[in-house]
């Protein structure tokens, strides 16, 4: 991201530049200049509250009352429509966690998106038609919008439209409790919404950082000519940059302890998976951690570890992350990128799957994705098929899948099987060396302990025979006494 000045941001951030010579000098459509009839200026009035945007973490939603939400969805191209059908079917659930009820669906199949609706105009006609019989507040599209693609579709409909990016954010921003948690939704957030400034300026001007109360510049901050929509994009990039400052200090807090636990020579094992797979519930019954477990999506922001002993002796610090989602929004990956790290620094990942779900292989496939992003898609993986005790054909997912296991994180089913095999990968990421270590030199004797897993010592001619199970440090760091 370029680092801006606070002077007035450059003209190619403009919404209509954005979107190519379909748009109008306004930065929007002017073929659909027929669709818009004097119900488009609803938008202004209606109740639906989903969609008035907060510079902070405030959620997206009006809580004082369960908005009524119509979804749509688009399979483009030669895609499949089943699977549009399967992504809708987890907006819903999205929605629901937001705080809102779906009322209707609408789905269209489209060679290529439309540049002014998204749908083509006979679909963005028929859901107009859909959300006045509904009397719905909010339409939800399951991929992004443009700017301008959003801004039409309210005027069109009367109503907010969103997409599956704004209610992830949501659902982000009612979760976060920790400061960094609040300061990595907050920036994903103005991420998201500072090219969409544009008719929004008002609502952002009241809640966005350092902004007056009722939206007003205050005395001495505008410049000569400068517009409502300048101001507040100067402003939204300043708490953007102070907000990636706040967060490279603690990243650089996070490299001290990241540190410290290299030193301490255990393992790195982080929990990976799909929201809502049982990641929390699994460190809970590994380590009675306490984390919070709910029957949500992403009911865990904040990464928890704790070290755990297995069964051969050896300690490893497990971590519980984040749960991905299909289509994790981009402005989030980048802003989580500091807790997410966990992953890609790790020695193994147990990757946790809901062995119940529908479609567990597009989990698996979804989680895949975003290891690649964050640079964890070397990382050494475990796949753990859970909810054993709910899911009849979960033998067959483990046969599919060479090496996993099966679990119940909640009944504890498999556990034992777990925790082997977790030893057994991580020693086998390991060498085993034989050493010869003179009776006088008892400091590396002990230096053996601490690097590694002791298999054996007697007394040989000129010194301790050792042989010791040591990771590629450890190895490095007493090869003078490697025996020959």
């Known amino acids: 991201m370029s680092d801006w000045s606070d002077g007035p941001v450059p003209s190619d951030l403009d919404v209509g530049a954005l979107d190519g010579p379909v748009l109008g000098p306004d930065g929007e459509v ?24 907060g510079g902070g973490t405030g959620a997206l939603i009006d809580r004082t009352f369960r908005e009524k939400i119509i979804i749509v969805g688009v399979t483009l191209g030669g895609g499949d429509v089943d699977q549009t059908e399967f992504d809708l079917d987890e907006l819903a659930l999205l929605v629901d966690t937001a705080g809102a009820d779906v009322v209707g669906r609408i789905v269209q199949r489209r060679s ?66 920790s400061v960094e948690g609040k300061a990595q939704v907050e920036l994903a957030q103005l991420r998201y919404l500072k090219p969409r400034l544009r008719g929004k300026g008002q609502g952002l001007s009241q809640q966005a950082g350092g902004m007056s109360a009722g939206g007003g510049a205050r005395v001495g901050s505008r410049g000569p000519g400068e517009t409502q929509l300048e101001t507040d994009r100067r402003r939204i990039t300043r708490r953007i940059h102070k907000l990636e400052a706040d967060l490279r200090g603690m990243a650089a807090h996070q490299d001290t302890q990241h540190k410290r636990r290299s030193q301490s020579r255990a393992g790195q094992v982080a929990i990976v998976g799909y929201t809502n797979a049982g990641k929390s519930t699994l460190l809970n019954q590994l380590s009675g951690a306490g984390v919070l477990v709910e029957d949500r999506l992403f009911a865990t922001l904040d990464a928890t570890t704790r070290r755990l002993q297995l069964p051969g002796g050896e300690a490893v610090l497990l971590t519980d992350t984040v749960g991905f989602v299909r289509k994790l929004p981009h402005q989030l990956v980048e802003s989580f990128k500091s807790t997410l790290r966990v992953a890609g620094d790790a020695d193994l990942l147990v990757h946790v799957v809901d062995g119940a779900a529908p479609d567990p292989q597009a989990h698996i496939d979804a989680v895949h994705d975003v290891l690649g992003d964050i640079g964890a898609g070397e990382v050494a993986e475990l796949i753990v098929f859970n909810k054993a005790d709910v899911a009849p054909d979960i033998k067959v997912l483990v046969d599919r899948h060479p090496g996993s296991v099966a679990i119940s994180a909640v009944t504890g089913e498999g556990i034992e099987e777990l925790l082997l095999t977790v030893g057994d990968r991580l020693r086998s990421t390991t060498n085993v060396v034989d050493l010869l270590i003179p009776f006088e030199r008892g400091d590396v004797l002990a230096e053996v302990h601490r690097e590694g897993e002791v298999l054996g010592e007697e007394v040989g001619e000129g010194g301790m025979r050792v042989t010791a199970r040591l990771d590629e440090a450890g190895s490095a760091k007493l090869a003078p006494w490697v025996a020959s």
């Open 30 to 53: 002017d073929d659909f200049a027929d669709l818009l009839d004097a119900e488009g200026d609803e938008e202004e009035s209606h109740r639906g509250a989903f969609g008035d945007y």
């Open 112 to 177: 290529a998106p439309d540049p002014a609706t998204y749908l083509g105009k006979g679909k963005a006609e028929e859901l107009k038609d859909l959300a006045h019989a509904l009397d719905c507040d909010t339409v939800v599209f399951d991929d992004e919008l443009s700017p301008a693609q959003q801004r039409n579709l309210e005027k069109l409909l009367g109503r907010t439209a969103l997409d599956r990016t704004a209610v992830i954010l949501d659902i982000f921003a009612q979760n976060a409790s």
